[in-house]
């Protein structure tokens, strides 16, 4: 089965501050896809951003970015001007729907 | 355009009862999943199907789990009989075609207490 580690169980943030989440993996595939998932109080699921593993560009949206290794198998999230309203549980997802990291709790600091 | 609908949302049972879970994908939507979500465990796939057709079973936990998929709109994942550490939400969610690189969209998910 494939691991997938996200070592920061909590993280906390001061509203407007950037923090990184991380997330390790293990694959023996080359060619593949990675998510992060942001789950709020009311517990759905939300796509926050997608990176193919092909490409070496790093993947943003808005204020959400990644910071990919390919080689290292290292996949982070780095959330710049935090809001309120980023406060949720954020899960990285290395293969698409088939397996999610334990998750890391965010809470945002007024 | 709605999203992926589940139901019930919440439900609260007896140890043995049968309990049925319901989802409709996104109309047009060829895969679907069926997640558990519990704090020990974290978020586990269950099963999915492709074109109604249930591909990956593997991470069903026992025989009183079963998942139907009768046509492309509407799905169902029963657990019978159902026991107290069955507790968890369990969520549906659809993706326009199969494969890894697809975008999966999550309904609401189904809260379930067995007691």
């Known amino acids: 089965a494939q691991t997938v580690t996200q070592s920061q169980p909590e993280m906390s943030v001061q509203e407007a501050e950037t923090v990184t989440l991380s997330c390790t993996y293990d694959t023996s595939e080359s060619d593949y896809y990675l998510f992060w998932y942001k789950q709020p109080p009311s517990r759905q699921m939300i796509l926050v951003i997608r990176q193919e593993a092909y490409k070496q560009q790093n993947a943003t949206e808005n204020r959400f970015s990644v910071n990919f290794q390919k080689a290292a198998k290292s996949f982070s999230l780095k959330i710049s001007d935090s809001q309120l309203g980023d406060a949720a549980m954020y899960f990285c997802a290395p293969k698409g729907q088939f397996y999610f990291g334990t998750g890391t709790s965010l809470t945002v600091i007024p | 355009d709605a999203g992926v609908i589940q139901s019930p949302r919440h439900e609260v049972t007896e140890m043995g009862q049968e309990v049925t879970l319901r989802c409709k994908p996104i109309s047009g939507h060829n895969s679907l999943f069926w997640y558990r979500q519990t704090m020990m465990r974290g978020l586990e796939l269950l099963i999915y199907?492709?074109?109604?057709?249930?591909?990956?079973d593997s991470g069903m936990p026992e025989d009183r789990f079963s998942a139907k998929m009768p046509n492309a709109s509407f799905s169902t994942l029963k657990i019978q009989p159902s026991e107290p550490r069955d507790s968890a939400v369990y969520f549906c969610a659809s993706s326009l075609r199969q494969g890894a690189g697809n975008t999966i969209y999550f309904g609401e998910g189904s809260w379930l207490t067995v007691v």
């Open positions: 199907f492709n074109n109604n057709v249930p591909i990956d």
